[in-house]
């Protein structure tokens, strides 16, 4: 992880999201000591040892903890990984959804395979709604902010 993150304390414990200093100490020859919270008493980041893919899942099982992981403790950018695969799986309810009111199991039915071509719509209309959403977040942010600045919190 990066020294700039940690020379201005930008470390944040990802159950109580207090500040730390570090996430670990480094002993030598790969002995590391994850860092305890001074506020909470547990380990600052536990998903600093975990695998990539147990980190993703936990971020669709939608848990905190792994939210402040990802924003605060890495330098890592897999937002937009996130975003297709969330994407993907909204595409895929949408689809099995649409395939439930048209069940049909005979094997040699060809229209079964043109039937892919639903989840590419359902793909591109999550896609659309989507970024719909996050232009409407971004405008709204961009007019309120002026005046949020001008306050005092």
């Known amino acids: 992880l ?39 008493q547990k380990p600052v980041d536990k998903y600093i040892e975990y695998d990539p893919v147990i980190v ?42 649409l395939q439930d009111s048209s069940q049909n199991t005979n094997p040699d039915d060809l229209i079964r395979y043109a039937k892919e071509w639903d989840f590419y719509r359902m793909f591109g209309i999550a896609s659309l709604e989507q970024t719909s959403f996050f232009i409407g977040i971004f405008i709204t942010l961009w007019w309120m902010t002026p005046g949020m600045l001008k306050r005092k919190s």
């Open 2 to 40: 990066s020294r700039a993150m940690a020379a201005r304390g930008a470390y944040r414990c990802i159950e109580c999201n207090g500040e730390a200093a570090e996430l670990y100490r480094d002993y030598r020859r790969g002995v590391l000591r994850i860092s305890i919270c001074k506020s909470c």
């Open 56 to 97: 993703l899942i936990n971020a669709v099982l939608c848990k905190a903890q792994v939210y402040r992981h990802i924003l605060f403790n890495t330098n890592i950018n897999i937002h937009g990984k996130l975003c297709i695969f969330c994407l993907l799986c909204e595409a895929y309810i949408r689809w099995l959804q």
